[in-house]
């Protein structure tokens, strides 16, 4: 790998890192000033909604703009969404403008890869950077879940400021304080990132011109016999798993008893089980052997429901790190083919704000469904119930879909899976 890619994986790691805690600050921050559930629930979906609403404009900024300044950019809006967090204003529109930084920092932090490394080494990039990424929402959720406790909590609000008062004085505020410094640390490393020799991209600047050509993006991603199977897998496996760490937090409360403190460590344990199926898949898995991975989206979602049986952390622990393994073997070579699809079809940039256009837009659907479900009275377990059903049905449907390409576009699916293998292998560059 070539040096920028670990200064790359640097700034995405402490950046991510501060997002997952701050996305427990927040959930405790909104419990402690006795809030409905359900406006706890709707964290995830609000910190997708820019995702979806940007998606036009991100992807073509970031094939514009050297994909550096574009992170760097973009995670300083992260740190105006922490500080409104801290100074009054309502977690969800916070939040939300985190979720705003996030969106523009995507397209540049996926789209860099393809520039700098060849695609024979895109799938062993994407286990790297997912499995870091992973390693940061495990680091980041148990971090935010120690620093709301009561233990650190006490320590950090014992700092006081000679002749300032800073207002800080509950655990969740000097936790989101606190995560100020990681952002702060990301940014270093965005500054570090090195420029690519890839071309800068114009843009069309009117908001038609770039909705028009998003849109184009997006039908010819869709209508691609490997992008449209890779879009639909990784959609639905984001749209589920980001919605899986609030489902684990509520689910650990009601079956377990656990408080935020305890219920974060089992996030983590999904996402210690992730980063070793993404670290594996890097190592095992190839550009054009991607689509076999799709059954395992259908044993996800069944095992998801299979949570309303445990009562017992011995059990959980083990049963949602292999949970986590499965998702995390699965997403990586799919993501792969998928960038390598879209890189191919339009460019990096704009690839990958299609992606996350759709991804997003699946976490919005799923999250507000899910938060739905809490408003109007479910139950923890039958809410888990009917996510896990949709799941499963939703990637048997894909399953079958890919199939029946495989009998009326034999020729075209053959073509692309040789790109494909043909890209795999190493080569001099």
């Known amino acids: 790998m070539k040096r920028g890619f670990y200064t790359i994986m640097s700034a995405q790691f402490f950046s991510s890192l501060a997002d997952n805690a701050l996305f427990v600050a927040a959930i405790e921050l909104l419990r402690s000033s006795g809030t409905a559930e359900w406006q706890r629930a709707a964290l995830v979906p609000m910190f997708a909604l820019f995702y979806v609403v940007l998606a036009p404009f991100v992807g073509a900024f970031a094939d514009a703009v050297p994909k550096g300044k574009v992170m760097f950019y973009s995670n300083s809006i992260k740190v105006v969404g922490c500080l409104m967090m ?38 062993k990039a ?29 320590v950090l609000l014992s700092f006081d400021l000679p002749m300032i008062d800073t207002g800080i004085d509950t655990p969740p505020q000097a936790a989101i304080a606190s995560l100020l410094s990681l952002y702060v640390l990301a940014a270093l490393f965005n500054l570090r990132i090195p420029r690519t020799s890839a071309p800068l991209k114009p843009y069309a600047h009117s908001v038609v011109g770039l909705v028009r050509d998003f849109s184009s993006c997006n039908s010819l991603l869709w209508q691609d016999r490997l992008g449209q199977i890779s879009l639909a897998v990784t959609t639905l496996f984001w749209g589920a798993t980001s919605n899986l760490r609030y489902i684990v937090l509520a689910w650990a409360a009601a079956a377990l008893g656990y408080g935020m403190t305890q219920a974060s460590s089992l996030v983590g344990v999904v996402a210690v089980g992730t980063a070793v199926g993404a670290v594996v898949a890097s190592v095992f898995s190839r550009l054009d052997r991607a689509t076999a991975v799709i059954p ?3 044993a996800m979602g069944l095992l998801v429901i299979f949570m309303n049986a445990i009562s017992n952390v011995w059990l959980a622990a083990p049963f949602l790190m292999i949970l986590g393994a499965i998702g995390g073997y699965m997403v990586v070579p799919m993501n792969a083919l998928l960038q390598h699809r879209g890189h191919n079809l339009m460019g990096a940039g704009r690839s990958i704000a299609v992606q996350n256009f ?10 507000a469904f899910y938060t739905a479900m809490t408003k109007f009275g479910l139950s923890v377990f039958g809410a888990i119930t009917i996510f896990g059903l949709v799941v499963a049905a939703s990637m048997w449907w894909i399953r ?18 040789d790109v494909a293998r043909t890209d795999h292998l190493p080569q001099d560059r």
């Open 358 to 367: 759709n991804e997003q837009a699946c976490i919005l659907g799923m999250g």
């Open 86 to 123: 801290l100074f009054g204003a309502h977690p969800l529109a916070a939040y939300a403008i985190v979720g705003l930084g996030a969106a523009a920092y995507s397209p540049a932090k996926y789209g860099i890869l393809t520039e700098l490394l060849p695609p024979s080494q895109l799938v």
């Open 126 to 154: 994407n286990g790297w950077i997912e499995g870091l990424t992973i390693a940061s929402i495990i680091l980041g959720v148990l971090l935010g879940g120690q620093l709301v406790g009561e233990r650190v909590s006490h």
């Open 400 to 417: 079958g879909w890919h199939r029946r390409n495989l009998v009326e576009h034999k020729d075209e699916v053959e073509h692309l899976l």
């Open 296 to 298: 395992l989206g259908i």
